[in-house]
């Protein structure tokens, strides 16, 4: 099925509207350009006045042009050496927009009985915060190390990666019993793809070309919200 601009700034390929909400039981969502209106890692470079350094190679993960996201996300982080921790807060406080129509979508989706995931390359930090305040069900990111009040520029555990985001909404379907293919997943980079790959729904919000291309809905105006539109 070829793509079809829907309405201004939607474009449906593969799908068929419309859909219903009701018949998803789970939706994945990204968190960086995706859930909310920045690279929170760009930001906090900001602080040591390495942002255009960060954000180069957040940039080039996001289109897919490094393939590697865990040596991509290492060497982003290892830049943040010595940032003091609470630098974290206030990007939080000052810099950290949710994006629009997010809060509507996900309560139109926990109203319809879904299970609402946020699985993220970011932080901690940022990822438990959005997750309470959107009153989303879980989070999964990764956690920066600190020592003395500082960034060691090192990364806790297992990073979160596209295939682990992947992973993620499949124990999700599988703890509440449903075919991956009733889940929905939205993300605006590469790393979003796999997860993207196994679920019923694919949206790609604002996101990278490579995203657009292989995604079932691109919203490339307006709002998360907007994928409203195709449900009855």
């Known amino acids: 099925m070829p793509a079809i601009e829907f309405a201004p700034g939607l474009v449906i390929q593969h799908i068929a509207p419309p859909l219903k909400l009701a018949d998803f039981k789970?939706?994945?969502?990204?968190?960086?350009?995706?859930?909310?209106?920045?690279?929170?890692?760009?930001?906090?470079?900001?602080?040591?006045?390495?942002?255009?350094?960060?954000?180069?190679?957040?940039?080039?993960?996001?289109?897919g042009e490094i393939t590697d996201f865990k040596d991509s996300l290492r060497r982003r982080v290892a830049l943040l050496k010595g940032v003091p921790?609470?630098?974290?807060?206030?990007?939080?406080?000052?810099?950290?927009?949710?994006?629009?129509?997010?809060?509507?979508?996900?309560?139109?989706?926990?109203?319809?009985?879904?299970?609402?995931?946020?699985?993220?390359?970011?932080?901690?930090?940022?990822?438990?915060?959005?997750?309470?305040?959107?009153?989303?069900?879980?989070a999964h990111s990764n956690t920066l190390e600190v020592e003395g009040g500082l960034l060691t520029g090192r990364v806790l555990g297992d990073i979160v990666d596209g295939e682990a985001k992947k992973q993620h909404l499949l124990a999700l379907c599988a703890r509440i019993?449903?075919?991956?293919?009733?889940?929905?997943?939205?993300?605006?980079?590469?790393?979003?793809?796999?997860?993207?790959?196994?679920?019923?729904?694919?949206?790609?919000?604002?996101?990278?070309?490579?995203?657009?291309?292989?995604?079932?809905v691109a919203i490339n105006e307006g709002g998360l919200d907007r994928v409203l539109a195709l449900m009855a």
């Not at 939706?27 to 006045?49: H, N, P, Y």
């Not at 796999?194 to 990278?208: C, F, Q």
């Open 85 to 138: 921790a609470e630098a974290l807060q206030g990007v939080y406080d000052q810099r950290l927009k949710i994006n629009p129509g997010a809060p509507e979508l996900i309560d139109a989706a926990k109203a319809a009985g879904l299970q609402t995931l946020l699985v993220s390359g970011g932080f901690t930090f940022f990822a438990d915060r959005v997750k309470a305040r959107l009153g989303m069900h879980e």
């Open 177 to 216: 019993g449903c075919d991956p293919k009733q889940s929905i997943a939205v993300g605006d980079g590469a790393n979003d793809l796999p997860m993207m790959g196994v679920s019923g729904l694919s949206v790609a919000y604002h996101a990278k070309p490579k995203v657009r291309e292989q995604a079932m």
């Open 26 to 63: 789970a939706i994945a969502f990204d968190m960086d350009s995706t859930l909310i209106s920045i690279e929170c890692i760009d930001e906090i470079a900001d602080a040591v006045g390495k942002k255009a350094e960060v954000a180069a190679i957040t940039e080039a993960a996001m289109r």
